[in-house]
């Protein structure tokens, strides 16, 4: 279903006049407004898409509360029927941009899949996905797992527990199924980090050799279902397991038909998660469109990050209606407000599942691009070694901070935002710092991929080839 635009009456939006007064006022008290201003929007109605998931909320949001209006932008959301669907109707026009994986428009830049050239110049969100093993791996998993003094388990809950259990399957000539939503996804990338720590091989791809199903030489055996499918899939036994977004972690809780044992929070401590990605194309062609985009998404990832989630139960009330995500509201709410329920009763205080914008999550760095490639490489989905040059040129030709600098600079002017509130975008290299916030204690450092790579225990390293 989408959500249908219309055009304003014939009096202003009251955001709109706000940001006129606004900018009347500037020129009175002698501030330059130029650098407030964006030239009008060169195609004002437009089309995006997104996928059933809480983390799509910066653009309900957006509409919701008008900042795209604001922008003279008159957007239309609608729904997708999976990923693949998604990022076909971005490149072909159907749909102008969208909320799409982190590792969509890399994959698609560098042809791996579709070939277009997609960039980002907005990351949606950090951490916001989720483990989910079925009732019976769960309570085999259980036995191996350390206990807290109040009998609950100490989490987070490792990949070395679940690894017993896979080790039987095999024993007993039976294959372990796991589920993921997309071969580039984010959830693909962590589920396959957070079972190589635990001595769990995944699997490779060999694109080459013209095999795309990332099983070769695996323990576990790692298919696509798209998210709304994941709970139904696992209470058919399909699958042992999925890694996905919310709310399908938390349904399969309240169908009681599952256990999330593990967050991406805790897997990669403030993981990049979602992008807003356009084609490069559609850029060039509307430069004032695609600013006074991402002017409205900062504002939406604002709000809803504003006063330690104060405005979060708000923001499950949109999300919640059908031509969003359409989940029950306490199933979204569950996580989207501060908390994550593992077992059924075992609900813990969780602030930071849903990052939207504080810790700069809005920022397109680089050396996440980089992390996303180097796992492409380490599981054969980049089939031959490149040089680190190739990961930051890569990283440059999709993330695009210029864009999202000019958004960010306007809207402080227009003093919507505060420069407190971004990098210093005169010293911002667009790199993080080496993080070490990951659950086996290896250290990332975008500037050095193939170091990283060579670094990590299970995967592709140097110049390996399948």
């Keep these: 279903m989408s959500v249908a635009s219309s055009r304003p009456a014939a009096l202003p939006h009251p955001y709109r006049l706000f940001h006129q007064i606004t900018l009347i006022a500037l020129l009175i008290m002698g501030v330059n407004a130029s650098a407030s201003t964006i030239g009008d929007p060169e195609k004002d109605e437009l089309k995006f898409g997104f996928i059933k998931l809480t983390d799509m909320a910066p653009l309900a949001i957006a509409k919701e509360k008008g900042y795209f209006e604001d922008e003279d932008l008159f957007v239309t959301l609608e729904a997708q029927a999976n990923w693949k669907v998604l990022l076909d109707g971005v490149i072909d026009g159907q749909l102008d941009g969208a909320h799409m994986l982190a590792g969509q428009p890399l994959a698609a830049t560098i042809g791996f899949g579709t070939k277009a050239h997609i960039i980002t110049p907005f990351s949606m969100d950090l951490n916001g996905n989720g483990i ?7 309570q085999a998993m259980k036995a191996h797992a350390p206990k807290q003094p109040d009998g609950k388990p100490e989490h987070p809950i490792k990949a070395e527990y679940l690894k017993k259990v896979v080790d039987q399957y095999q024993a007993d000539g039976k294959p372990f199924k796991m589920g993921m939503v997309f071969p580039v996804s984010t959830h693909n990338y962590e589920l396959r980090y957070w079972l190589a720590s635990g001595d769990i091989h995944p699997g490779y791809y060999a694109p080459h050799k013209g095999d795309i199903a990332g099983t070769i030489d695996a323990d576990a055996l790692l298919s696509v279902t798209p998210p709304p499918q994941m709970p139904a899939t696992l209470e058919a036994g399909t699958i042992h397991g999925y890694c996905v977004g919310e709310p399908w972690n938390q349904q399969a809780v309240f169908k009681g038909i599952g256990v999330p044992v593990i967050t991406d929070y805790e897997i990669w401590k403030n993981n990049p998660e979602k992008v807003f990605g356009l084609t490069q194309a559609f850029t060039e062609k509307y430069p004032n469109t695609s600013v ?8 939406a990832a604002k709000w809803l990050d504003a006063d330690n989630n104060a405005n979060r139960p708000e923001a499950v009330k949109y999300l919640s209606q ?8 306490k199933v979204i709410a569950n996580s989207m407000t501060g908390y994550f329920e593992y077992e059924k009763g075992d609900r813990r205080t969780m602030p930071d599942f849903n990052v939207f914008f504080r810790y700069n999550a809005t920022y397109p760095y680089y050396s996440d691009a980089i992390w ?3 796992q492409m490489r380490r599981w054969g989905q980049i089939s031959e070694p490149k040089p680190d040059a190739w990961f930051h040129e890569v990283a440059k030709n999709v993330y695009r901070p210029d864009i999202y600098a000019q958004a960010a600079k306007a809207l402080i002017a227009e003093g919507y935002m505060e420069a407190s509130e971004f990098p210093d975008f005169d010293k911002e290299s667009g790199y993080k710092p080496a993080q070490d ?3 086996d204690g290896i250290i990332f450092d975008g500037e050095q991929p193939n170091a990283y790579i060579d670094s990590l225990k299970i995967g592709l390293k140097g110049d390996q080839v399948l």
């Design 132 to 138: 989910t093993v079925s009732n019976a791996v769960w």
């Design 292 to 299: 006074r985009i991402v002017k409205a998404l900062l504002r």
């Design 322 to 329: 059908s031509h969003y995500v359409g989940a029950d509201y």
């Design 372 to 374: 996303y490639l180097t």
């Design 437 to 439: 916030d990951f659950i």
